[in-house]
Antibody, heavy 126, light 111 residues
Framework: EVQLVQSGAEVKKPAESLKISCKGS????????IGWVRQMPGKGLEWMGT????????RYSPSFQGQVTISADKSINTAYLQWSSLRASDTAMYYC???????????????????WGQGTTVTVSS | QSALTQPASVSGSPGQSITISCTGT?????????VSWYQQNPGKAPKLMIY???NRPSGVSNRFSGSKSGNTASLTISGLQAEDEADYYC???????????FGGGTKLTVL
């Protein structure tokens, strides 16, 4: 079964650092871009950025560039989203998702996200 | 403010058809055939319903269809069922600087 399994819920204080994870299984992890999507409480989906686990190439939404760091370790089929200094406004659900390969020509950033993790809740409060 | 504009809510009765619009610009929806639609039930992760404007992934009901005209994409659900009640989001590729954008989401209520 193709799946992405995310790390558990986190409760942090402002200014603390955090790294959450997303582990893939059931497919060739290195061959698919993995994106991160934020959903603030009661709000819509926001694409944050993506990583190619094969070579760790990353792309960010302008809204999130410099605010978070996305990375991957292909040796353990895991992608990461990290913050160096959390703010209360980072409180949200975070999803990882795979950019699909629909034509056998490879996963592309523009391709729809076909497999999603279960989400990681991050709460930042003093 | 989301990059793509969707109606906040739509509703329909069982058996009817509804259409959700998603309006962008020539830099996203109008410029690429990479428009997708996601269904999200409360407390759940989004689920892909349509990719590349009008293609359904395996397992998605053929009651769901997608189309695009100019800068506006549309999701149509025919033969509405109670189980279709959910939030729906459109998304589009937006080029090499912005990459991917989402709509603000539409809450579908089945009356």
């Amino acid at each position: 079964e193709v799946q992405l399994v995310q790390s558990g819920a986190e409760v942090k204080k402002p200014a603390e650092s955090l790294k959450i994870s997303c582990k893939g299984s059931g497919y060739s992890f290195s061959n698919y871009w993995i994106g991160w999507v934020r959903q603030m409480p009661g709000k819509g989906l926001e694409w944050m950025g993506t990583v190619d686990p094969g070579d760790s190439d990353t792309r960010y939404s302008p809204s999130f560039q410099g605010q978070v760091t996305i990375s991957a370790d292909k040796s353990i089929n895991t992608a990461y989203l990290q913050w160096s200094s959390l703010r209360a406004s980072d409180t949200a659900m975070y999803y990882c998702a795979r950019h699909g390969d629909y034509y056998g020509s490879g996963s592309k950033i523009g391709h729809a996200m076909d497999v999603w993790g279960q989400g990681t809740t991050v709460t930042v409060s003093s | 403010q989301s990059a793509l504009t969707q109606p906040a809510s739509v509703s329909g009765s069982p058996g009817q058809s509804i259409t959700i619009s998603c309006t962008g610009t020539s830099n996203d929806v109008g410029g690429y055939s990479y428009v997708s639609w996601y269904q999200q039930n409360p407390g759940k992760a989004p689920k892909l319903m349509i990719y590349d404007v009008s293609n359904r992934p395996s397992g998605v009901s053929n009651r769901f269809s997608g189309s695009k005209s100019g800068n506006t994409a549309s999701l149509t659900i025919s033969g509405l069922q109670a189980e279709d009640e959910a939030d729906y989001y459109c998304s589009s590729y937006a080029g090499t600087s912005t990459h991917v954008v989402f709509g603000g989401g539409t809450k579908l209520t089945v009356l």
